[in-house]
């Protein structure tokens, strides 16, 4: 299996459905999973409605794929985005894909391209559909990217959902791998990130938490590891 760095994604763009003020900041979070090798945007490029895309495409190298609209009131693109990954899955040249849309038309994509044993990335608005965001194996969302303004309301509860991934990742004498608790968080709540709670790195959040105790094991063929386990008592 490719590693991150060298792992090759395909970015699939709904131009119809996002802004390309979001590009900068697009590209910015997909080099953490791998290197965009494909880089695609869909839609009409004969209307105005994608002028700004237009300005766009040739500084990030992003290949424009003409697709008429045929009939109005009927989005042809996303019909041309499906077709278009199934022909680079069978191409066989990536390992993965980001799908960037918020619509979610292309939920059955997300699973048929995961069930082939690619990984599949969504970056999209807060607005999309539950269904739709765990389809994905992760899922961002813009505003967290600085690509949107940042919608109000209240993250999730950090302390429910890291409680979870501890027991569930802990050994016998309760010491879990900040690794596995990680794996386990993105597994069962992709859209998972912890820049939304204000940190950069999922270890700087355990660590900010009082009902954890965290400690670095020392490893002796490269970096040390970081463990966690909750604290015993109640109230903290």
Not at 80 to 109: C, K, P, Q
Not at 174 to 186: E, R
Not at 201 to 207: A, P, S
Request: positive net charge.
């Amino acid at each position: 299996m490719a590693s991150r760095d060298t792992r090759r994604l395909a970015v699939l763009i709904d131009a119809d459905n996002v802004s390309a003020a979001m590009a900068d900041d697009l590209f910015s979070e997909v080099v953490n999973y791998g290197t965009p090798t494909v880089r695609r945007a869909y839609g009409d490029w004969t209307t105005q409605n994608l002028a700004g895309w237009k300005e766009t495409l040739p500084r990030h190298a992003i290949q424009p794929m003409q697709q008429f609209a045929i009939v109005s009131g009927k989005n042809a693109t996303d019909s041309f985005l499906i077709i278009d990954a199934m022909d680079v899955l069978y191409a066989g040249n990536v390992d993965g894909f980001v799908i960037v849309s918020s619509d979610s038309d292309y939920t059955r994509l997300a699973t048929r391209l995961r069930e082939t044993g690619k990984t599949v990335y969504g970056i999209g608005r807060r607005g999309a559909r539950t269904e739709y965001v765990h389809a994905f194996d992760r899922f961002v969302y813009l505003d967290l990217l600085g690509a949107e303004p940042a919608k109000p309301g209240t993250p999730r509860d950090p302390q429910k959902l890291l409680r979870a991934a501890v027991g569930g990742t802990a050994k016998v004498d309760g010491w879990a791998y900040l690794g596995g608790v990680g794996h386990y968080l993105s597994a069962r709540n992709p859209d998972f990130d912890v820049r939304e709670y204000g940190f950069r790195k999922l270890g700087d959040l355990v660590k900010a938490q009082r009902y954890l105790e965290v400690e670095e094991v020392p490893s002796p063929a490269g970096p040390s590891h970081i463990r966690v386990r909750l604290r015993s008592g109640r109230g903290r």
